[in-house]
Nanobody, 118 residues
Framework: QVQLVESGGGLVQAGGSLRLSCAAS????????VRWYRQAPGKEREFVAL????????SYADSVQGRFTISRDDAQNTVSLQMNSLKPEDTAVYYC???????????WGQGTQVTVSS
Protein backbone atom coordinates (compact mmCIF):
# COMPACT_ATOMS: atom_id res chain seq x y z
CA GLN A 1 0.00 0.00 0.00
CA VAL A 2 1.38 3.38 -1.00
CA GLN A 3 0.95 6.45 1.14
CA LEU A 4 1.62 9.92 -0.21
CA VAL A 5 2.19 12.78 2.19
CA GLU A 6 2.33 16.37 1.02
CA SER A 7 4.08 19.10 2.98
CA GLY A 8 5.35 22.62 2.55
CA GLY A 9 2.10 24.53 2.26
CA GLY A 10 1.43 27.71 4.15
CA LEU A 11 0.60 31.40 3.95
CA VAL A 12 2.70 33.62 1.72
CA GLN A 13 2.36 37.09 0.25
CA ALA A 14 1.85 37.60 -3.46
CA GLY A 15 5.16 37.41 -5.27
CA GLY A 16 6.58 34.99 -2.75
CA SER A 17 7.64 31.38 -3.08
CA LEU A 18 6.82 28.02 -1.55
CA ARG A 19 8.20 24.56 -2.13
CA LEU A 20 5.81 21.64 -1.80
CA SER A 21 7.00 18.09 -1.31
CA CYS A 22 5.26 14.77 -1.87
CA ALA A 23 6.83 11.84 -0.06
CA ALA A 24 5.91 8.26 -0.82
CA SER A 25 6.07 5.42 1.64
CA UNK A 26 5.24 1.77 1.33
CA UNK A 27 6.32 1.53 -2.28
CA UNK A 28 8.64 3.44 -4.50
CA UNK A 29 7.05 5.58 -7.13
CA UNK A 30 10.07 5.37 -9.34
CA UNK A 31 7.91 3.99 -12.14
CA UNK A 32 4.95 6.29 -11.53
CA UNK A 33 3.84 9.39 -13.33
CA VAL A 34 3.46 11.99 -10.61
CA ARG A 35 1.13 14.94 -10.89
CA TRP A 36 0.20 17.90 -8.74
CA TYR A 37 -3.39 19.06 -8.73
CA ARG A 38 -5.08 21.85 -6.83
CA GLN A 39 -8.57 22.68 -5.73
CA ALA A 40 -9.71 26.12 -4.76
CA PRO A 41 -12.88 26.70 -2.71
CA GLY A 42 -15.96 26.24 -4.83
CA LYS A 43 -13.98 25.05 -7.83
CA GLU A 44 -13.17 21.69 -9.36
CA ARG A 45 -9.81 20.06 -8.90
CA GLU A 46 -7.44 21.10 -11.66
CA PHE A 47 -4.17 19.82 -13.06
CA VAL A 48 -1.06 21.80 -12.16
CA ALA A 49 2.03 19.85 -13.22
CA LEU A 50 3.24 16.42 -14.31
CA UNK A 51 6.62 14.77 -14.16
CA UNK A 52 7.21 11.61 -16.14
CA UNK A 53 9.19 8.62 -15.06
CA UNK A 54 12.88 8.86 -14.42
CA UNK A 55 14.51 10.62 -17.33
CA UNK A 56 11.21 11.87 -18.65
CA UNK A 57 9.93 15.36 -19.03
CA UNK A 58 7.53 17.68 -17.30
CA SER A 59 4.44 19.58 -18.33
CA TYR A 60 2.47 22.37 -16.73
CA ALA A 61 -0.87 24.06 -16.77
CA ASP A 62 -0.78 27.31 -18.70
CA SER A 63 -1.63 29.21 -15.52
CA VAL A 64 1.60 28.14 -13.80
CA GLN A 65 3.97 27.75 -16.75
CA GLY A 66 7.18 29.65 -16.10
CA ARG A 67 6.46 30.08 -12.39
CA PHE A 68 6.28 26.50 -11.08
CA THR A 69 8.85 23.75 -11.46
CA ILE A 70 8.24 20.08 -10.73
CA SER A 71 11.13 17.76 -9.95
CA ARG A 72 11.66 14.28 -8.60
CA ASP A 73 14.27 12.53 -6.47
CA ASP A 74 13.68 8.83 -6.86
CA ALA A 75 16.44 7.99 -4.40
CA GLN A 76 14.52 9.91 -1.73
CA ASN A 77 11.13 8.84 -3.09
CA THR A 78 9.95 12.43 -3.27
CA VAL A 79 8.53 14.82 -5.83
CA SER A 80 8.70 18.55 -5.29
CA LEU A 81 6.87 21.54 -6.68
CA GLN A 82 8.76 24.82 -6.52
CA MET A 83 6.28 27.67 -6.76
CA ASN A 84 7.59 31.16 -7.47
CA SER A 85 5.90 34.48 -8.15
CA LEU A 86 2.82 33.27 -6.37
CA LYS A 87 -0.49 34.98 -7.01
CA PRO A 88 -3.68 35.10 -4.92
CA GLU A 89 -5.34 32.91 -7.54
CA ASP A 90 -2.85 30.15 -6.68
CA THR A 91 -4.62 29.77 -3.34
CA ALA A 92 -5.88 26.20 -3.10
CA VAL A 93 -5.36 22.83 -1.53
CA TYR A 94 -2.58 21.11 -3.47
CA TYR A 95 -2.68 17.36 -3.97
CA CYS A 96 -0.06 14.88 -5.11
CA UNK A 97 -1.06 11.98 -7.34
CA UNK A 98 1.05 8.97 -8.33
CA UNK A 99 -0.14 6.86 -11.21
CA UNK A 100 1.33 3.66 -12.65
CA UNK A 101 -1.09 2.76 -15.43
CA UNK A 102 0.26 -0.66 -16.34
CA UNK A 103 -0.18 -1.79 -12.75
CA UNK A 104 -3.53 -0.09 -12.27
CA UNK A 105 -2.14 1.93 -9.37
CA UNK A 106 -3.43 5.39 -8.58
CA UNK A 107 -2.76 7.08 -5.24
CA TRP A 108 -3.53 10.49 -3.76
CA GLY A 109 -2.17 12.39 -0.84
CA GLN A 110 -4.29 14.21 1.70
CA GLY A 111 -3.44 17.66 0.39
CA THR A 112 -1.63 20.72 1.71
CA GLN A 113 -3.11 24.21 1.91
CA VAL A 114 -1.46 27.07 0.06
CA THR A 115 -2.77 30.56 0.75
CA VAL A 116 -1.44 33.59 -1.11
CA SER A 117 -2.39 36.97 0.28
CA SER A 118 -2.61 40.08 -1.88
Amino acid sequence: QVQLVESGGGLVQAGGSLRLSCAASGRTFRNAFVRWYRQAPGKEREFVALISRSGGGASYADSVQGRFTISRDDAQNTVSLQMNSLKPEDTAVYYCNANTPELGLDHWGQGTQVTVSS
